[in-house]
């Protein structure tokens, strides 16, 4: 066989991405409940056979980074966007900056695990089919009752 690559709409890549969608993909280590919402998110925006071992590293990071925003987030909510500084001035609460950076981490990371919006529903063509068949196949399996044989 060839080295080139499997065309997303052939029956090999459907097959291929079929036990993609069966495999359980782990965090690299123990995430809290929060974390793993995020975990779960970020692994099921790209196809599960094309996660490296330190692809999954940086999920995980991208996730406690998520919860990290969060926390800051609320902590913004509940002391207000601005305060009266010694002058008298409105303003803007430090906390603004802390999220800002957080943000501009997080986008980074998308950027580098390929998960931001344009990798997974722009310009590539077949990572876009790759994407939509690995996600309709996954949907499929969940909704399975048990009496589809599976691929091994």
Partial sequence: MSGRKLRSDS??????????????????????KVELQYWNQIINSRAG???????????????????EIDKRQKEVEKV??????????PKLHPLHKIIEDLNA??????????????????????????????SDTKKFIEDDDGLLARIN
Wanted: with cysteine.
């Fill in 49 to 67: 056979d094309s996660w490296t071992p330190n692809d999954l590293i940086q999920a995980m990071n991208l996730a406690k980074l998520y919860v």
């Fill in 80 to 89: 207000g966007r601005y305060f009266i500084g010694a002058n008298g001035e």
């Fill in 11 to 32: 029956a090999a890549a459907q097959v291929m991405a079929a036990k993609a969608a069966q495999t359980q993909i782990l965090p690299p280590e123990k995430l809290s």
């Fill in 105 to 134: 981490r997080s986008l980074s990371m998308c950027r580098s695990l390929q998960i931001h919006s344009r990798a997974t529903n722009g310009e590539s063509r077949d990572q876009i089919k790759k994407n939509k068949l690995y």
